[in-house]
């Protein structure tokens, strides 16, 4: 259909013409290095490596590899190497019986009980960030999109895991810290990607790691109070994780782990829904008839009162238009493992070590999977299955709390702005901790008439 909207993504082209383009482009991204290949095939083997590296896109064989029931895909030793100081041997990067102990202990924090229980405190933070941009729209300033959605999602992570806004002066410097590590750290250096060798040591730039260790200071900080019984124990998720026990041995966390799990949802919690959040409202501000589409469904379902947890859940447009946009910017790019024995995926033959590739940004644009598969179509009736949460045991424990959490946002910004990107034919995404644009997008949003009937 013509008519359809496309987003920006790279072109696909050939593996030589990939390279070259990534190498005039000076940024080693790699989205722009994919090739055509890995739009088209169900596996392929992406360029020439020390380590071999096999994209898998075939649906089949993706669930093989992320439910792996024999345990030989564990996570990859390049991500687990780059997040580790900020994470250690968390649920995010651990394996085997450490990660099923992790888990077991973990879900329960995020059920569907706690996240009602953390809806107020969900909708305190969005409604007090409307007053930031109540402001701005007053003043039709120009502001960083990116950094907008991520001050807002660290503010709802603050509130319904610490209890603490994010303006206290120790949130505020979790998240600035955190923004440090996330523009430097090494994720995937493309220089190790093709001539390292497996399991080789993943060195840290010095303010990396200075980063982290003032991230899990804070913390450690933040839960002392907690594990001494200093003060009383709010309802939130901290709480929640210093009661769990291992349903095996009766023990709890330790402070490390406590502090490595918390560590995980600082990275997991709000930057992959920023990243995706970036990117809805960059889509709008394009498509301005998908604005008005949600609008009509948010006045029908909410009216002019407060957004309630009941209300998310009957926002199904807006829920159609977070999940096109996951599928188009999947916030994890690329999933990867490796291989910890010799194998065989499907008809490839796998050596110890090398690098197993599960891509989210390229199995949601499979032409085969997919019809107009570049297009941004929020009325798609292909039951296609979306990999942005993962899929199988592993997949991210906090989905169901980022989608109420984006729904919520969603429908009390949409209703009250319109956003207005500038320059939006340079936004170009590209693949980094998360799928982010290249440079920070420029908005600046207007408030939406009537203004009392979205009050």
């Not at 993706?62 to 900020?86: Q, S, W, Y």
């Not at 909708?123 to 039709?140: I, K, Q, S």
């Not at 997991?268 to 009509?296: C, K, N």
């Not at 995404?429 to 939406?448: F, G, W």
């Amino acid at each position: 259909m013509s008519d359809l909207f496309r987003p920006p993504a790279p072109r696909p082209l050939t593996p030589i013409r990939s390279l070259i383009r990534v190498l005039r482009q000076g940024d080693g991204d790699l989205l722009s290095l994919v090739p055509i290949d890995a739009y088209t095939k169900p596996c392929t083997w992406l360029g020439y490596s020390r380590r071999s590296i096999l994209l898998v896109n075939d649906l089949k064989l993706v669930r093989e590899v992320l439910t792996d029931p024999l345990e030989i895909f564990p996570k990859n030793d390049l991500m687990a190497g780059a997040l580790e100081p900020l994470v250690g041997d968390s649920v995010f990067v651990s394996s085997g019986a450490t990660w099923r102990r992790q888990r077991a202990m973990i879900d329960p924090a995020f059920s569907h009980m706690r996240i009602n229980r953390a809806f107020p405190s969900m909708r305190d933070a969005v409604v007090d960030y409307a007053t930031l941009l109540d402001r701005r729209a007053g003043t039709g300033e120009y502001f960083s999109l990116d950094l907008a959605m991520s001050e807002l999602t660290a503010d709802v992570i603050c509130r319904t895991v610490f209890s603490t806004k994010l303006g206290s002066e120790t949130a505020r410097d979790v998240f600035e810290a955190f923004a440090e590590f996330e523009d430097s750290v090494a994720n995937v250096n493309l220089r190790e990607l093709i001539f390292g060798k497996p399991w080789s040591d993943v060195r840290q730039p010095e303010n990396v790691l200075a980063a982290c260790e003032r991230i899990r200071r804070h913390i450690g900080d933040l839960i002392d109070p907690r594990l001494v019984g200093e003060s009383e124990q709010p309802d939130d998720i901290v709480s929640e994780l210093i009661a769990a026990r291992d349903p095996e041995g009766g023990k709890g966390f330790s402070r490390k782990e406590l502090i490595d799990q918390l560590g995980v949802f600082f990275l997991a919690g709000h930057e992959t829904t920023a990243s995706a959040l970036t990117w809805v409202f960059y889509i709008l501000s394009q498509h301005p008839e998908t604005t008005v589409r949600m609008r009509d469904e948010i006045d029908r379902v909410v009216g002019a009162g407060p957004v309630e947890f009941k209300h998310v859940k009957q926002l199904a447009f807006i829920r159609n238009v977070f999940r096109e946009t996951l599928r188009l910017y999947p916030p994890i790019t690329f999933i990867p493992r490796v291989a910890a024995e010799a194998t065989q995926i499907g008809d490839f033959k796998v050596k110890k070590g090398a690098m197993i590739m599960i891509s989210p940004w390229t199995s949601h644009r499979n032409r085969e999977l997919w019809q107009n598969a570049d297009c941004f179509d929020p009325d798609r009736d292909e039951e296609g299955v979306l990999l942005s949460f993962g899929l199988g045991p592993r997949v991210c424990i906090g989905a169901a709390f980022s989608t109420i959490e984006s729904g919520l946002i969603l429908a009390e910004l949409v209703r009250r702005y319109d956003f207005e990107v500038k320059s939006p034919e340079n936004v170009r995404p590209v693949s980094r901790l998360t799928t982010r644009p290249a440079r920070e997008i420029q908005c600046r949003v207007s408030l939406r008439e009537p203004l009392a009937k979205t009050a």
